[in-house]
């Protein structure tokens, strides 16, 4: 199994830059798929960011795409989540998620909060 931290939530204003990381320990790192969720006040988690193992391979969710970037460092078993241009909307618990590369089972952090607003 893999523990995960979330770090680097805050405050900040609309149009500012924070950048989330997740370190994880455990199992090996490059196994896992790393995925960053959120779940604002009120609404269900939804899916932000995922990054495959290798290569860089990345999606995003179409509301926060060209404003993040996920990104993750194996040797050092961290990921992170750069998240500029942000908007009093993208206020949520963001979580970070990691899953073994064809299993079923997820494994989080205990979320870091972020919340934007002037």
């Known amino acids: 199994q893999v523990r995960l931290v979330e770090s680097g939530g805050g405050l900040v204003q609309p149009g500012g830059s924070l950048t989330l990381s997740c370190t994880a320990s455990g199992d090996t790192f490059i196994d896992f798929i790393l995925s960053w969720y959120r779940q604002a006040p009120g609404k269900e988690r939804e899916l932000v960011a995922r990054i495959a193992p290798r290569f860089g391979i990345s999606s995003y969710a179409d509301s926060v795409r060209g404003r993040f970037t996920i990104s993750r460092d194996n040797n050092k078993s961290t990921g992170s989540l750069q998240m500029n241009s942000l908007e009093p909307e993208d206020t949520a618990v963001y979580y970070c998620?990691?899953?073994?590369?064809?299993?079923?089972?997820?494994?989080w952090g205990p979320g870091t909060e972020v919340t934007v607003t002037s």
């Open positions: 998620d990691a899953r073994r590369l064809g299993g079923t089972r997820d494994y």
